[in-house]
Nanobody, 117 residues
Framework: QVQLVESGGGLVQAGGSLRLSCAAS????????MGWYRQAPGKQREVVAT???????NYADSVMGRFTISRDNPKNTVNLQMNSLKPEDTAVYYC???????????WGKGTLVTVSS
């Protein structure tokens, strides 16, 4: 089994910054993909940014140029640096890890990010 624990959410004013972190533990192997998803009230969960263990990144258009994903493979951590935050970034942010031939997905419990205008 794999466990994911997020941290770093909170309340910030528009234009501010936050850094989210996710630590994975358990039966983790590479290659894998770790990333961040978010779900705003009344909306579907959407991808924010992902990064493979090989370093390939993918960003949602809405966060391109403002958010940066990074990871530490030996420590099995992934971070999301969020700058120039907007009220529409308000959501619960979830960490996800995908691994294996059948791409088993593991999710964290989420951390709330609230951006005030």
């Amino acid at each position: 089994q794999v466990q994911l624990v997020e941290s770093g959410g909170g309340l910030v004013q528009a234009g501010g910054s936050l850094r989210l972190s996710c630590a994975a533990s358990g039966n983790i192997f590479r290659p894998n993909r770790m990333g961040w998803y978010r779900q705003a009230p009344g909306k579907q969960r959407e991808v924010v940014a992902t990064m493979t263990s090989g370093g390939t990144t993918n960003y949602a258009d809405s966060v391109m140029g403002r958010f940066t994903i990074s990871r530490d493979n030996p420590k099995n951590t992934v971070n999301l640096q969020m700058n120039s935050l907007k009220p529409e970034d308000t959501a619960v942010y979830y960490c996800k890890l995908s691994q294996g031939v059948i791409r088993t997905n593991y999710w964290g419990k989420g951390t709330l990010v609230t951006v005030s205008s």
